[in-house]
Structure formats: C-alpha cells, structure tokens
Nanobody, 122 residues
Framework: QVQLVESGGGLVQPGGSLRLSCAAS????????MYWVRQAPGKGLEWVSAINTGGSSGTYADSVQGRFTISRDNAKNTLYLQMNNLKPEDTALYYC???????????????WGQGTLVTVSS
C-alpha cells in the first residue's frame, strides 16, 4: 500500500523554526520526485517545494524561498521540510506528495499524505 505520513507540525512563534517529516512506504521512495504542498485555513492549495530523486536539487515557491529547505533521506524513506523564520502567513496544513512517474518530474502529484498542521502565532 502506497502511503505517506506527515509529522512534526505544531505551534511556533513568529521567527521560529520547525522541521516537518514525511514517512513513505509501499513504493521505491528513491525513484520519485517528492513535494510539499500547503493549505491555509479557508484557502486553496499552494505548492511549496519539490525535490529530485537523489536530493541534489530543490526548488521553492517565492513565498518561502530563502526560509525553507527541502531534503530527503532515501535510506530512511523520509522527506523533510526545514522551516525557518516562520511567519503567521505560513500557518497551514502541510502535505507531502509523490510524483506520478518514476525517475522523472511529471508534475502530477499522485499520492498524498493526510497532512500536518503548522500554526505560527505569538
């Protein structure tokens, strides 16, 4: 069974840091591009970041560029999102997701986790 499980969300003060994790199972994790997507309360989905199969290349939305870092540990089948200098507008449910295709960036996110909630507030 293909499965993604996010964790690490919680309450953090503005300017603080948080690291999210996504545990993958049921597929060859190292063969897929992975993504982080978020949804603020009452808002639509916003793509946050993507990482290639080997973890050598990460890309980011302008809203998080310079503050967030995506990474992966293929030996542990785990995706990470390090979030620094958090802002109230970062408050959202954060999802990890897997690309539809092996090895390549297709851009269609075929598998999603259940999400982990990040709240940035003083």
């Amino acid at each position: 069974q293909v499965q993604l499980v996010e964790s690490g969300g919680g309450l953090v003060q503005p300017g603080g840091s948080l690291r999210l994790s996504c545990a993958a199972s049921g597929f060859t994790f190292s063969s897929y591009w992975m993504y982080w997507v978020r949804q603020a309360p009452g808002k639509g989905l916003e793509w946050v970041s993507a990482i290639n199969t080997g973890g050598s290349s990460g890309t980011y939305a302008d809203s998080v560029q310079g503050r967030f870092t995506i990474s992966r540990d293929n030996a542990k089948n785990t995706l990470y999102l390090q979030m620094n200098n958090l802002k109230p507008e970062d408050t959202a449910l954060y999802y990890c997701a897997r690309d539809r295709r092996r090895e390549i960036l297709d851009g269609y996110l075929a598998v999603w986790g259940q999400g982990t909630l990040v709240t940035v507030s003083s």
